[in-house]
Nanobody, 114 residues
Framework: QEQPVESGGGLVQAGGSLRLSCAASGNIFSIKTMAWYRQAPGKQRELVAVITRGGSTNYVDSVKGRFTISRDNAKNRVYLQMNSLKPEDTAVYYC????????WGQGTQVTVSS
């Protein structure tokens, strides 16, 4: 079954930026609403940003105005541009369809220091 591969995480100071990338093979990607999720230590996984096949987006309130989700259907990729990062953004970030239908990947760790 399809399993996305996330990359681009790292350690940044508060106020910094990161760009996450998600790669998924196959034609399934292009017909799916895709999303970025995150899971902080001791917390449940939460939905962060969603993008439809046509490019409509939606965000959880805590990241509105700071994060931007985008996709390249020709390359089967989804991106998450994260600006003005805060320590509370620290988490493992995953991509999947919304609702999730792929196997969960390893995710990519984002750590924001204060």
């Amino acid at each position: 079954q399809e399993q996305p591969v996330e990359s681009g995480g790292g350690l940044v100071q508060a106020g910094g930026s990161l760009r996450l990338s998600c790669a998924a093979s196959g034609n399934i990607f292009s017909i799916k609403t895709m999303a970025w999720y995150r899971q902080a230590p001791g917390k449940q996984r939460e939905l962060v940003a969603v993008i439809t096949r046509g490019g409509s987006t939606n965000y959880v309130d805590s990241v509105k105005g700071r994060f931007t989700i985008s996709r390249d259907n020709a390359k089967n990729r989804v991106y998450l541009q994260m600006n003005s990062l805060k320590p509370e953004d620290t988490a493992v970030y995953y991509c999947n369809s919304e609702p999730s239908s792929f196997n969960w990947g390893q995710g990519t760790q984002v750590t924001v220091s204060s």
